[in-house]
């Protein structure tokens, strides 16, 4: 569970990086949760084949700033083994209620 939300954290900070560049829109100032996994895929899947290569997560501005964080993450997150992150693997799975 750490480690999806430090992935989330990094796609956010992305994406603020992308807003920042972007035109400014009148609900700039609002909060906003953590980017879905479209988001995520859209920031990060920089051939868009569909998945998340270890070279484009470690691409990423947060994993820069400590590279074995990011590493030991996307290991984590890699539940098949693949050496990539599909959609299902980086979406986060809903909590259990008791």
Do not use: C, H, W, Y
């Amino acid at each position: 569970m750490k480690s999806i939300t430090s992935i989330l954290a990094i796609l956010a900070l992305a994406a603020t990086v992308n807003a920042a560049e972007g035109a400014k829109k009148p609900e700039a100032g609002k909060k906003k949760g953590p980017p879905n996994p479209e988001q995520m895929m859209k920031a990060l899947d920089k051939d868009g084949n569909g998945s998340i290569s270890k070279e484009e997560f470690l691409a990423s501005p947060g994993a820069k700033k400590d590279a074995a964080k990011a590493e030991e993450r996307f290991g984590k997150m890699d539940k098949n083994k693949d050496g990539s992150l599909s959609k299902e693997e980086i979406t986060p799975k809903p909590k259990k209620t008791k």
